[in-house]
């Protein structure tokens, strides 16, 4: 089958849905064993539901990672930047959908692989930033740690630069890792997946 006839096709809807629903679900098990702090691969599951669910189901994408968010807190426990948390998570997602083309596109093994694992790094450490940024807006608005100043965002920020040199580092290596992995799968059976990611 060629690229091209591999782009033009759509991948069924259920087995989209039900791929980014059981990373996202081993990612929502894994809250519930020790980790170090902020090296989760919750963030890189939200990467690879936007990769499977690809450009045209970018909402549903977010939608899911903030679901699997919200379930796993019902039991872990709500906190007050938890909507900040999990907007962080889901434009992570976003991310992840709109590079989809560029992780899946190229057709000869060499080249795929190589731009794969270029994009899905990028992909990694843009979700990072996107996270940290809006994460830590929370922390600020929120007011409890930092007064409502210019020097009080400035703070709150330099505060949580080693907490985000630590989810940068996880979010890396678990991101590029299971990124490349499952573009590597979806390639490999994009025959009988019918994959879409035409630009």
């Not at 872990?76 to 999990?86: E, K």
């Not at 409890?144 to 890396?172: N, W």
Request: with cysteine.
């Amino acid at each position: 089958m060629k690229w091209a006839a591999v782009n033009e096709a759509k991948l069924p809807t259920v087995t989209a849905y039900w791929v980014a629903a059981l990373v996202l679900a081993l990612a929502v098990l894994s809250r519930f064993f020790p980790h170090p702090d902020n090296v989760s691969p919750m963030l890189a599951a939200s990467l690879v539901a936007g990769l499977v669910l690809g450009r045209g189901r970018t909402l549903q994408a977010t939608l899911m990672t903030a679901l699997a968010m919200i379930l796993s807190d019902i039991v872990i426990g709500f906190h007050s930047t938890a909507l900040f948390v999990y907007a962080g998570m889901g434009l992570a997602a976003l991310v992840s959908s709109q590079a989809a083309p560029w992780i899946l596109s190229s057709p000869q093994v060499a080249n795929r692989f190589g731009r794969s694992l270029l994009s899905s790094a990028l992909a990694s450490i843009a979700g990072s930033f996107i996270f940290f940024l809006i994460s830590n807006l929370g922390v600020w608005l929120v007011g409890e740690l930092y007064p409502m100043t210019a020097s009080g965002f400035v703070a709150c920020y330099a505060m949580a630069l080693p907490f985000f040199a630590k989810s940068l580092l996880g979010d890396f290596v678990f991101g590029t890792t299971m990124l490349v992995a499952v573009s590597s799968a979806v390639v490999r059976f994009r025959g009988a997946l019918r994959l879409n990611y035409a630009r």
